[in-house]
């Protein structure tokens, strides 16, 4: 693995903690700067992107990999950790892959600070879904959780049956779920079947009104109130901002 050599990244955190990742042949590490640069890569994350070395990778953004809609939405996220220094923990993200094929990926992203506590980028890692059953904190997190979300986002997930996966009662299941997500079971599900919305509109010519009983919506206007809400725009403005011309 290649690191770029800035002053600012602690020289032991490099060569130590960042070292670990060229091991774990399932998980993309990733840093960036404060222009949302990648500073640092591993084989994994440039398999993922499709690249044979480093010097492939570092210096560019996620422009020159990523279709503009995946851009949009990396950025916003990456912003808001920057200004905020509020951690992305366990986001699940549909990505499409180099063989055009899509996947279930899951990102955690932290602030990396320097020796003063000043924020000078962030770094990151992704995991491929497929992969969350060999990993081995399976039992001792939310990952029974989030296999099932993710397997069964339109159907009718109830709190009872979530928290069953991690033998919890329904109490302290959401508390602990919103303590690590920083949001409801409820509204990260929402936010997944929006996420397959996305999909759905950039690459399908079905109307609104499938995609939103397709995604788990009640109705069109349930899934456009709730699209808006989290993207900031209309599903049908989505669909032709973001659909290739």
């Known amino acids: 693995m290649s690191i770029v050599r800035h002053t600012q990244f602690p020289v032991e955190w490099q060569l130590g903690a960042f070292g670990l ?109 497929k992969h969350f059953a060999d990993t081995h904190d399976s039992f001792l997190s939310m990952n029974p959780v989030m296999e099932r979300i993710i397997k069964d986002y339109a159907k009718d997930l109830t709190i009872m049956e979530l928290s069953s996966l991690v033998a919890m009662t329904p109490g302290n299941f959401t508390r602990v779920f919103k303590r690590r997500f920083k949001m409801t079971p409820t509204k990260y599900i929402i936010r997944v079947r929006v996420n397959v919305a996305c999909e759905l509109l950039m690459n399908t010519n079905l109307p609104l009104s499938i995609i939103a009983l397709d995604t788990g919506f009640f109705d069109q206007s349930h899934f456009s109130r709730n699209f808006r809400a989290i993207k900031g725009i209309s599903p049908s403005n989505y669909r032709k901002k973001f659909t290739p011309s």
């Open 21 to 129: 990742f060229n091991h774990l042949p399932d998980i993309c590490l990733f840093a960036k700067d404060l222009n949302l640069r990648f500073t640092l890569s591993n084989p994994a994350l440039l398999r993922m992107l499709g690249q044979s070395q480093n010097e492939d990778v570092l210096g560019k953004k996620d422009a020159d990999f990523f279709p503009p809609h995946l851009c949009e939405m990396f950025e916003s996220y990456d912003r808001h950790l920057i200004e905020t220094g509020e951690p992305v923990i366990d986001h699940a993200e549909l990505i499409r892959n180099t063989n055009g094929t899509i996947d279930w990926f899951v990102t955690t992203k932290l602030p990396l600070r320097d020796a003063g506590g000043s924020i000078i980028g962030l770094v990151g890692f992704t995991r491929n879904l």
